[in-house]
Structure formats: C-alpha cells, structure tokens
C-alpha cells in the first residue's frame, strides 16, 4: 500500500445508499452466474434490512452505531469486488453455490449486534465479545427458515468465523480450498470495508462508544483508540497479507477491468485515511474532534 492518489469511492458509487450498494453487488455477479440464482442473497438481503429496521420477528431494530448497515454493505460490496476480481483473473470461476453461500454470510456476518425485543437494557454493542457467535447463531435460525442445507450452514459459518480478529484461522474446519478462500475474502472484506469508508475516522469515536460498553479492554478515551488505530493498521496489514494470503489483491483486478482504473482504491483511501489521522493525532487530544467534520452522525 504505498499511493496516496486522490480516488474517491464516492465517484464510484454512493456508499450511503445501502440500495445503490446492493444493486451493485448484484452487478458484479451478474457477470458470471444467472440472475435468476440472485434471488436467493435478495431475500437474505431483504431479511437484513427487516432485522436492522426492527420489522423482523422477535427482534428491535439495530442500535450500533459503528456496526450498522452501511458497514455490513461495505463488507458485502468488498467482497463481490473480490470474487470478480477472481473471476476474472482464473479460467475456473468460482463455484455458483459457495459465491451465494459467503455473499449471505457477508450479509449476516454482523446480526449479533441485534438485540431481541425483550433485551431492553443499552445497545447490542454489549455483545461485541461475543457477536460473532451470536452472527452465527442467527444465521442457523435463518438457514432453517428458508431450508438451505446443512452444509450450505457450515460452509456460511466457517466464512463468517473468519471475521472474528481473535479467531485462530487454523481451527476453522474448511471443506476445501474454495470455502476457505471465500471465508478470507469475507474476513478480508470486513476489514477493507470499513477502513476504507470516508468516514471511517469519524465512525471511531461510535466504536469506542461500542467498546466501553462492549468491556473491550485497551482503550482509555476516543483519542486513545484513534491513537492505538495506527497500531492497529500494523496488525491488519499482517491479518490481510499473511493470514488471509493477500486476497485483497483481486480487489485491483475488479478496479482494472471494470473501471479503467489499475489501482487497488482500497489500498489508497486506507492509506489517506491513516495520513489524515497522524494529523488528527498531532493536534492533540483538546482539538481532535475539529478535524473529524465528515458526516457520521457523531455525538
């Protein structure tokens, strides 16, 4: 990751419009897969929607404000950038069934923030700890609503376990090397989706939020964490590079083919996002909150 060229998402795609997003991830599988075979992440999508709006049975509606839905649609669109990119770099396509597997485990990779209706007390951030299970836990209750597989379930679990930063990628039991190079690019795209966001350096003042009340240990203030995020970017670089084998790659791919544009804009926004933090950083903690002006609703 070394170019700082101004290329903006936004000119790309409205990353605020979760529909634009949707509508473009079904875009990118168009290309290879029937239409007709899109139904299947429509309804997952539209249970999504149902589930974070609060019209989904036995549940209320999404209260995170860092782990809300433009973060799990940036995740879902990174990762449908990735498989395209794939596709089109390999003779062999990925297979139709577990393409539609990890795009509705990208879906769902985040549900366990979501609160049941009787769980009255604070936000689902209180389940940071545990939210992966938690993903996993309504997954398998959707599966069952709809009838997939068993192993249609295993596979979108061990995809969505790949999400998890504590989660040792060796004890994740992959069926082969198809479901665990999707489980990388969903652990991938989860990463690359919200630090690439515009703004991601604003939504961190949200995820300290979701962290104290979370019992997440470490961080001492919303300067502390936007201070250790530098650190943090050292680790996930590692995470991207060696534990997930640069899957991230076939995101430049995507950005050549269909756009014209031999860049990973991944890479760069990241990039931009860590140089304008070192100068949030440098202002110190009295001011920093002046230089996070992009709209994220912070409080």
Avoid: W
């Avoid at 899109?38 to 209260?63: H, M, T």
């Avoid at 709809?146 to 992959?174: E, P």
């Avoid at 190079?181 to 652990?187: F, N, S, V």
Wanted: proline letters at 1%.
């Amino acid at each position: 990751m070394n170019d700082h060229k101004e290329v903006q998402f936004a000119q790309l795609l409205d990353m605020n419009s979760t529909t634009a997003v949707f509508e473009e991830v079904k875009y990118n599988f168009i290309h290879y897969y029937p239409i007709r075979e899109f139904l299947e992440v429509r309804a997952a999508f539209k249970c999504f929607n149902d589930l974070y709006d609060g019209n989904y049975p036995g549940y209320g509606k999404c209260k995170t404000k860092y782990h809300d839905k433009i973060h799990t649609t940036d995740a879902l669109l990174s990762i449908s950038r990735l498989i395209d990119g794939y596709n089109l770099e390999n003779r062999t396509k990925l297979q139709l069934s577990r393409v539609k597997t990890a795009l509705i485990a990208s879906i769902f990779h985040d549900t366990g923030y979501i609160q049941k209706i009787s769980d009255k007390t604070g936000t689902g951030a209180k389940y940071t700890l545990s939210h992966v299970e938690r993903s996993i836990e309504f997954l398998g209750k959707y599966y069952k609503i709809v009838k997939f597989s068993r192993q249609d379930y295993l596979s979108a679990k061990n995809m969505i376990s790949c999400t998890g930063l504590m989660t040792n990628l060796a004890t994740i039991l992959f069926k082969d090397k198809s479901e665990r190079l999707l489980g990388y690019m969903l652990g991938t795209s989860d990463l690359l989706g919200q630090m690439a966001s515009r703004t991601y350096l604003e939504r961190l003042t949200h995820l300290y939020k979701e962290f104290k009340e979370g019992h997440v240990k470490g961080y001492s203030s919303e300067f502390d964490l936007l201070k250790k995020t530098l650190k943090f970017y050292d680790t996930i670089k590692i995470r991207l590079e060696k534990d997930f084998e640069n899957v991230d790659r076939y995101a430049q791919t995507h950005f050549k083919y269909r756009y014209g544009i031999d860049k990973n804009l991944y890479h760069i926004a990241i990039l931009r996002q860590l140089h304008h933090l070192k100068n949030i950083i440098k202002s110190g903690e009295g001011s920093y909150r002046a230089f996070l002006k992009r709209q994220s609703g912070i409080s």
